[in-house]
C-alpha cells in the first residue's frame, strides 16, 4: 500500500504536555504535509514541509522530515484542550496544477484538562 | 466567509438512487478535489479539475461523475447507489499544494 502510517494511533495527554506523532511514507515526495481534522469537521492545514527541508516551525508546531528514512514527525508543544484532533500527514507529487495526496491513516489526539 | 462550502452536510438515501453533492469555492482557486473518507478515516482522493478539466481520476468505479462548470465549482454525481458508498466525501481545493477542505457531506446509503 501508498499510504502512509502514522503513529500512534491514539494519543492521550494532558493539556500542557508536548504531543508527538509520527508518519512514515514509502514513495519519493517532494513535499509533505500536515492537516487537522476536528470531529465532524474538513480538513484544516498546518503546515507543509519540502524535501529539501529538514525542520520546520509555526507557532507551537515544529515538524521534521527526514527523507533518507522516509519519515516526518510533528511536534505540538504546551497542547491545549482545543488541540483535541485528529491529525494526518500527507504526501503526493505536486505538479504545479494540483497535488495528489496521499494521505496518512492518522493519529487521534485527545488533551485532557 | 466560507471558502469552501458542500450542500447537503447529510444526504440520507436508499440503494439505486442517484444523487448529487455540490461543491463552491470563492477562494479564486484553480484546482478542485473530490475526496472519500471511509469509517476508519482513511481518505483517499477520487478525482481532481483543474480548471474545468479532468486531471485526476483515481480508480473510482463509473457510477461517479464528477462535473465543474466553473473553475468555482465542483460537483458530484453518483448513480445508482450502493451501501458502500456510505461515507463522508470531501470537496476541496488548491492553488498551490496546500489543500483547502469544505465541511464534507455524509452521505448513508440504507
Known amino acids: 500500500s501508498q499510504q502512509g502510517e502514522e503513529d500512534p494511533q491514539a494519543l492521550s495527554i494532558q493539556e500542557g504536555e508536548n504531543a508527538t506523532m509520527n508518519c512514515s511514507y514509502k514513495?519519493?515526495?517532494?513535499?509533505l504535509q500536515w492537516y487537522r481534522q476536528n470531529s465532524g469537521r474538513g480538513l484544516v492545514h498546518l503546515i507543509l514541509i519540502r524535501s529539501n527541508e529538514r525542520e520546520k516551525h509555526s507557532g507551537r508546531l515544529r515538524v521534521t522530515l527526514d527523507t533518507s528514512k522516509k519519515s516526518s514527525s510533528l511536534l505540538i508543544t504546551a497542547s491545549r484542550a482545543a488541540d483535541t484532533a485528529s491529525y494526518f500527514c500527507a504526501f503526493g507529487p505536486y505538479t504545479g496544477t494540483a497535488s495528489k495526496l496521499t494521505f496518512g491513516t492518522g493519529t487521534r489526539l485527545q488533551v485532557t484538562l | 466567509d466560507t471558502a469552501v462550502s458542500q450542500t447537503p452536510k447529510y444526504l440520507v438515501t436508499q440503494m439505486g438512487n442517484d444523487k448529487s453533492i455540490k461543491c463552491e469555492q470563492n477562494l479564486g482557486h484553480d484546482t478542485m478535489y473530490w475526496y472519500k473518507q471511509d469509517s476508519k478515516k482513511f481518505l483517499k482522493i477520487m478525482f481532481s479539475?483543474?480548471?474545468?478539466?479532468?486531471?485526476i481520476n483515481e480508480t473510482v468505479p463509473n457510477r461517479f461523475s464528477p462535473k465543474s462548470p466553473d473553475k468555482a465549482h465542483l460537483n458530484l454525481h453518483i448513480n445508482s447507489l450502493e451501501l458502500g458508498d456510505s461515507a463522508v466525501y470531501f470537496c476541496?481545493?488548491?492553488?498551490?499544494?496546500?489543500?483547502?477542505f469544505g465541511p464534507g457531506t455524509r452521505l448513508t446509503v440504507t
Open positions: 479539475y483543474n480548471n474545468k478539466e479532468l486531471i
Open positions: 476541496a481545493s488548491s492553488l498551490q499544494a496546500e489543500q483547502y
Open positions: 514513495t519519493s515526495i517532494n513535499n
